[in-house]
């Protein structure tokens, strides 16, 4: 079956706009997850959902990045008033159960760049 | 915060093993060990994972030291597909959702 799919796969913005990123899950996997990473750095972790609700959301680095997941498969991520920091690949992530067998299957990431 | 250390990098000829290590001194018994590889401009891959005894899959074998604080990677016939950044990491899957910290790692370059 298809993997992790993430849209768009490169996003260039200008500072200050709202931006949308999307992650189709594997199909029956109830948990997602959102990572950012920086050039140089490994994957930073954001929220994850477990279904439709956010479990952990501790990771989110001010409040103008917001996550959903409505009806418990795709998931956006939603940034308002886009920085130039923001700027990085979003990696979206998931797995059968949450803090389960451990394997999460990552997308290729979307690549956001703020000018 | 880092739960593990790596080297930054290391080279490995083409055809040998390559062995990479992960220090977790701090490591707490519920804790497993995950590896996991991100090949350049590509999203991260599950290798591995353990808790005490060593594991082996079709894709490389752990070996997790007695006393759990240490624990090495081994890619038994490296090839030049297997250059990537490697990270080690440790997770109470029990009582978390696997947010995993994934830290810098170590720059695996296989040498032809």
């Known amino acids: 079956g298809a993997g992790v799919s993430q849209t768009p796969s490169n996003k260039v913005t200008e500072k200050g706009k709202y931006v949308e990123l999307r992650c189709d899950p594997i199909?029956?996997?109830?948990?997602l997850y959102w990572y950012r990473q920086s050039l140089g750095q490994g994957p930073e972790f954001l929220i994850y959902?477990?279904?439709?609700?956010?479990?952990?959301d501790s990771g989110l680095p001010n409040d103008r990045f917001f996550a959903v997941r409505p009806e418990g498969s795709v998931s956006t991520l939603k940034i308002q008033r886009t920085e130039r920091g923001d700027s990085a690949v979003y990696l979206c992530?998931?797995?059968?159960?949450?803090?389960?067998?451990?394997?999460?299957?990552f997308g290729e990431g979307s690549r956001l760049t703020v000018l | 915060d880092a739960k593990t250390t790596q080297p930054p990098s290391m080279d490995c000829a083409e055809g040998r093993a390559a062995n990479l290590p992960c220090n977790h001194s701090?490591?707490?018994?519920?804790?497993?060990v995950y590896w996991y590889r991100q090949i350049h401009s590509q999203g991260p891959q599950y290798i591995i994972h353990?808790?005490?005894n060593n594991e082996t899959n079709e894709m490389a074998s752990l070996i997790i030291t007695e006393d759990r604080k240490s624990s090495t990677l081994i890619l038994p016939h490296a090839t030049l597909r297997d250059t990537a950044v490697y990270y080690c990491?440790?997770?109470?899957?029990?009582?978390?959702?696997?947010?995993?910290?994934f830290g810098t790692g170590t720059s695996l370059t296989v040498i032809p």
């Open positions: 992530a998931s797995s059968y159960i949450a803090g389960g067998a451990g394997e999460l299957f």
């Open positions: 199909s029956g996997h109830t948990a």
């Open positions: 959902f477990q279904g439709t609700g956010a479990a952990d």
């Open positions: 701090t490591i707490s018994g519920n804790e497993y």
């Open positions: 353990g808790l005490k």
């Open positions: 990491i440790v997770s109470d899957r029990a009582n978390t959702g696997n947010q995993f910290y």
